[in-house]
């Protein structure tokens, strides 16, 4: 083949090149646009309506919730013993051979068959707690019980919100980086078409062109990228908010509200008591102390009154059994004392009062731990609030800098390499700050939850 059939087919080709490579990148922005939007009606949560749906639906708290009901139920049971306790019994006796019975008769023993054949004795039973240490103890534990199951729900509504926000702006951190992405290969898709037309005019050389490919290449690659990442970000989401994984839904963001929402009073000091974790521990020791004073005063007597009514019926056929009755009632009361148990008693009181020495230990433990957690999160919230900083002052310096070198270029002052490279280090500029961003907001909701700030109060669903 002749050299001038290879430029002829090189002028024949490389058209087709640039043709095939714009409606890429077309086609990769309308992709990229059409998976942010997911469909066309669906629903657009922001950030609290995100939380408000998580706190309704998502299947860890309602699990707690329904745990609530069964807490309350198991106290009404604990505590019933303190409610009369009401029974109807029957008792029917045909005897065979009817009892001997001894008497004596002028000074003789006299044996004779004594009885009825048949009795039938229907018995009314009620009996009431006057005393009772258990039943004492069920009645002070059971609000315990019920605060401790309500803390558990609470501390997955904690953790859940925590987790919505911090899904939620990952999620957003991408979107915000597709639009930097796309606005980049909207220009580079410009800036190849440019260098090709300069390249066939002689204007440049053929580097000039394949430059402005790599970059156009390069920046389609990190688009695409991006937009596959949403869809697993999406499912993520619903995955913590407890939507439907088949539903569809899309966020809604103001980003001026969300960079005013960045700042943080870190001169705010840390209080253990405000961590959900703390409190529980100081609930659940409560309720060890209430059982340490129930084996303190378990040698206390239980005492209880009882009424018992019978309508017996006696005869020593079957027929006119039911004719005639014979009632009789009563009344008394029930007292019992432990006296000796094998020193069970002691030995219980001994363990309720080591089990609380663990609690106490397991306070020291959570308080270096809550801590650790405090210190780390404000060690990251200004780490990242100063990148910030940076990366807003990097995003001025890359945008002024790559105005002049696009300027340069146009005269013909710089080679194109500058401007590629003037062009990358804005675009890297934008996407390290939209990261910056989003990571601050993350870190600051660690910090919220690290400090016992995020409550269910704040949340209005």
């Known amino acids: ?32 646009a059409a998976q942010i939007n997911n469909t066309d009606t669906a629903q657009a949560y922001t950030l609290d309506q995100c939380i408000a749906y998580a706190l309704k639906h998502e299947p860890n708290i309602n699990m707690g919730i329904v745990n609530q009901a069964i807490v309350k139920a198991n106290n009404s049971i604990a505590t ?41 004795t229907p018995t009314l039973a009620v009996s009431q707690t006057i005393f009772n240490p258990a039943l004492v103890y069920a009645l002070h534990a059971a609000p315990l019980y019920d605060k401790q199951a309500q803390q558990v729900t ?57 430059e402005a490919l790599i970059s156009l290449n390069n920046s389609l690659f990190l688009l695409r990228q991006s937009q596959e990442a949403v869809r697993p970000q999406y499912a993520q989401l619903k995955q ?25 009073d870190t001169t705010q000091q840390l209080q253990f008591e405000k961590r959900i974790e703390y409190q529980y521990l100081q609930t659940t020791k409560a309720l060890q102390m209430t059982t340490v004073d129930y084996y303190r005063k378990s040698w206390l007597p239980t005492v209880s ?9 006696e005869h020593n056929t079957m027929n006119g059994f039911f004719s005639q009755a014979y009632p009789f009632s009563y009344a008394g009361l029930s007292l019992s004392i432990p006296i000796f148990t ?14 609380y020495d663990l609690l106490d230990w397991n306070e020291v433990a959570l308080k270096s731990q809550i801590w650790s957690d405090y210190t780390t999160a404000m060690a990251n919230y200004k780490s990242n609030l100063y990148n910030l900083g940076i990366s807003a002052d990097n995003v001025a310096l890359a945008k002024e800098t790559y105005d002049i070198v696009d300027l340069q270029y146009l005269q013909g002052v710089v080679p194109y390499l500058n401007l590629i490279t003037a062009q990358t280090n804005l675009v890297q500029s934008q996407l390290s700050y939209q990261t910056s961003v989003f990571q601050v907001l993350s870190s600051k909701v660690d910090l919220e939850k690290a400090m016992g700030i995020i409550t269910v109060n704040t949340v209005n669903p």
């Open 80 to 120: 019933a013993g303190w409610l009369p306790q009401v029974n109807v019994a029957g008792n029917y006796t045909h005897y065979f051979t009817l009892p001997t019975s001894f008497f004596t008769d002028s000074g003789k023993t006299v044996n004779s068959k004594s009885g009825i054949v048949n009795t039938f």
């Open 342 to 355: 094998g020193f069970a008693r002691l030995n219980n009181l001994k363990k309720a009062r080591l089990e």
């Open 240 to 264: 913590v908010m407890g939507y439907p994984p088949m539903s569809q839904f899309n966020v809604l963001y103001d980003t001026t509200q969300m960079r005013g929402d960045i700042a943080f």
């Open 154 to 210: 609470d501390s997955s509504k904690i953790l859940i919100i925590s987790a919505v926000a911090k899904t939620y702006y990952s999620l957003l951190n991408t979107l915000e980086q597709i639009n930097v992405l796309k606005a980049d290969t909207t220009l580079l898709n410009k800036n190849v078409q440019d260098t090709y037309h300069q390249y066939v005019g002689g204007v440049v050389d053929k580097t000039d062109y394949d």
């Open 1 to 32: 083949m002749s050299k001038n059939m290879l430029v002829a087919c090189k002028r024949v080709l490389s058209p087709l090149v640039l043709i095939c490579l714009s409606i890429s990148a077309s086609s990769l922005i309308n992709t990229a």
């Open 305 to 313: 009154g009882f009424f018992d009514y019978e309508y017996e019926f």
